[in-house]
């Protein structure tokens, strides 16, 4: 059951559209992410939801209710900022156990739910702090614990990971799901972050312009992207622009925008004649130093960037850069140098086929 339904929302700021028509449902439990670059709407769209911003045109819905004129202090919303937001001359416990306190909950259960929110988010024994006294992952700890100790309809986290060191960043999202999953609320995640977004999803709503691109579960939208923009946008991939040259035992040939031909192979039928563009993600292209690969391209290797658990290479081949990487299966690091000769290929399987 979908507990939040928005359809053809439409906001701008003075003259500039931000949203476009933008529809999206969430399930009940849910963890949702938005992901976009910036300027795309996502924040605009946890705004409107929150209530802190009206829309032009649209309909929000919260387990039916639609809540477009409902004040924002009504709608019972729980947000954790980019910035956290604490209030700085407050104590830990203080800062949780505000949002209660203007509900009018007596002081003694108000502290009591205070508590607890801080125990789920692992900060007991810090309730008499300050802010200025917790490191930044304890303050992000302070503001989910604010956040969800009024048992609200929806969650709504705005890039609130992003001012944190990778190291930690990593730790909280593990942090965040699992209390997600434990409390069982519904959550709406704006990130720019790409692995982020896949890491921590029940779904993922990729933005453009003020519209949603595609929305689906992380590994179809990465394994099935839409068009060359979500490619692009959720990890890398090398793409192929051109024409079906020919047919033969089932294997095409695309003749590119440049003139050469390349041999490809697709799990999806093709005609001889029909423009289109092709992608293979880097991790999916399998190379050698020799030729051995139903799709064989030749090629030299332009550069070698080691990064630890894999090795990226590029690769310059049919008159264009291909990206490729490995993992580091051995202590010596990349398995080729600059201007090494490899061939490489991928499975026919592996050949996307998106919207130009």
């Not at 997600?180 to 933005?207: K, P, W």
């Amino acid at each position: 059951m979908s507990l939040l339904k928005i359809r053809d929302l439409c906001f701008r700021y003075g003259e500039k559209p931000v949203l476009n028509n933008l529809s999206l449902d969430v399930e009940e439990g849910e963890f949702v992410s938005l992901l976009g670059p910036s300027g795309c709407g996502k924040t605009t769209v946890l705004l409107l939801i929150a209530g802190f911003v009206k829309a032009e045109r649209g309909v929000i819905e919260v387990a039916g209710e639609t809540i477009n004129d409902i004040h924002a202090y009504q709608r019972n919303m729980g947000m954790v900022f980019q910035n956290y937001a604490l209030f700085p001359h407050m104590s830990v416990i203080d800062n949780v156990a505000y949002g209660l306190r203007q509900r009018k909950i007596n002081k003694a259960d108000a502290y009591r739910a205070a508590h607890e929110a801080l125990n789920l988010v692992q900060l007991k024994g810090m309730a008499n702090r300050t802010p200025n006294q917790l490191s930044g992952g304890q303050q992000q700890r302070v503001a989910l614990a604010r956040a969800i100790v009024i048992k609200p309809r929806l969650l709504l986290l705005d890039e609130s990971l992003s001012a944190l060191d990778r190291k930690l960043r990593i730790e909280m999202q593990v942090e965040l799901r699992k209390i997600q999953r434990e409390v069982g609320i519904t959550t709406l995640f704006v990130t720019h972050d790409q692995e982020e977004a896949l890491t921590l999803s029940d779904r993922v709503a990729l933005l453009r312009e003020g519209s949603i691109v595609q929305y689906d579960r992380p590994a179809v939208i990465y394994e099935q992207p839409k068009d060359m923009f979500v490619a692009s946008f959720l990890g890398k991939a090398n793409f192929m622009e051109g024409r079906i040259h020919s047919i033969q035992d089932g294997r095409y040939t695309l003749q590119l925008k440049n003139g050469r031909s390349l041999p490809i192979g697709s799990i999806q039928p093709l005609v001889v004649g029909l423009q289109c563009l092709l992608a293979v993600r880097p991790e999916k292209v399998a190379f050698s130093a020799s030729c051995s690969y139903d799709t064989p391209i030749q090629g030299n290797v332009s550069l070698v960037t080691y990064a630890g658990g894999i090795t990226q290479y590029g690769v310059i081949a049919l008159d264009q850069e291909w990206i490729i990487q490995s993992q580091n299966t051995t202590t010596s690091g990349g398995l080729f140098a600059v201007d090494d000769e490899i061939w490489f290929g991928w499975k026919p399987e592996n050949t996307l086929v998106l919207d130009s």
